[in-house]
T-cell receptor
Framework: GAVVSQHPSWVICKSGTSVKIECRSLDFQATTMFWYRQFPKQSLMLMATSNEGSKATYEQGVEKDKFLINHASLTLSTLTVTSAHPEDSSFYIC???????????FGPGTRLTVL | KQEVTQIPAALSVPEGENLVLNCSFT??????LQWFRQDPGKGLTSLLLIQSSQREQTSGRLNASLDKSSGRSTLYIAASQPGDSATYLCAVSDFGGTSYGKLTFGQGTILTVHP
């Protein structure tokens, strides 16, 4: 089956620093990837749609200058949390539809803790 | 705006019991509906995907039904096992266009199966 990986699996950083999270499709190409955020005991909220070779599409209320998304290749999308603050602490998950199917495959998630 | 609700929020059952998880959505113009499983601190595993034209899907002990007109889906788990303990999420993909592939999630049902 299709596999999506994320790196790192967890990260702790100081307030004000920037953190980059990678999402890779390991055995398929993904022209589109999705980034979600999940707060403790809550469901997943879509943040943005990452499009290979073009600008990401952000959901209402998500600051595009704070959450920078780059989809530079057909297997890699990155999410950079700029000038992170404690309220950005969350579980970030990416997903991608495998070619020719409607099933979304999710990465294992990245736990971000901002001190 | 699509809203997805899952009932119950939590469920605890003895091993061997059959159980039903419920999911409802407000906008019936969906492309498909998926059920996912999430273990604590982990990503999502796709369990079943039902296209809008389908009524049900089965995989092993799992059976998912879809009544698009009434905005409801159920996930039936037969002969539950302790290993089934997890959070179960349903998500709908809205129909086509720029919304394609974007998922709206319910809050999830936390299932505990005790020996």
């Amino acid at each position: 089956g299709a596999v999506v990986s994320q790196h790192p699996s967890w990260v702790i950083c100081k307030s004000g620093t920037s953190v980059k999270i990678e999402c890779r499709s390991l055995d398929f190409q993904a022209t589109t990837m999705f980034w979600y955020r999940q707060f403790p005991k809550q469901s997943l909220m879509l943040m943005a749609t990452s499009n290979e070779g073009s600008k990401a599409t952000y959901e209402q209320g998500v600051e595009k200058d704070k959450f920078l998304i780059n989809h530079a290749s057909l297997t890699l999308s990155t999410l950079t949390v700029t000038s992170a603050h404690p309220e950005d602490s969350s579980f970030y998950i990416c997903s991608a539809p495998a070619g020719g199917t409607d099933t979304q495959y999710f990465g294992p998630g990245t736990r971000l803790t901002v001190l | 705006k699509q809203e997805v609700t899952q009932i119950p929020a939590a469920l605890s059952v003895p091993e061997g019991e059959n159980l039903v998880l419920n999911c409802s959505f407000t906008d019936s113009a969906i492309y498909n509906l998926q059920w996912f499983r999430q273990d604590p601190g982990k990503g999502l595993t796709s369990l079943l995907l039902i296209q809008s034209s389908q009524r049900e899907q089965t995989s092993g002990r799992l059976n998912a039904s879809l009544d698009k007109s009434s905005g409801r889906s159920t996930l039936y788990i037969a002969a539950s096992q302790p290993g089934d303990s997890a959070t179960y999420l349903c998500a709908v993909s809205d129909f086509g266009g720029t919304s394609y592939g974007k998922l709206t999630f319910g809050q999830g049902t936390i299932l505990t199966v005790h020996p």
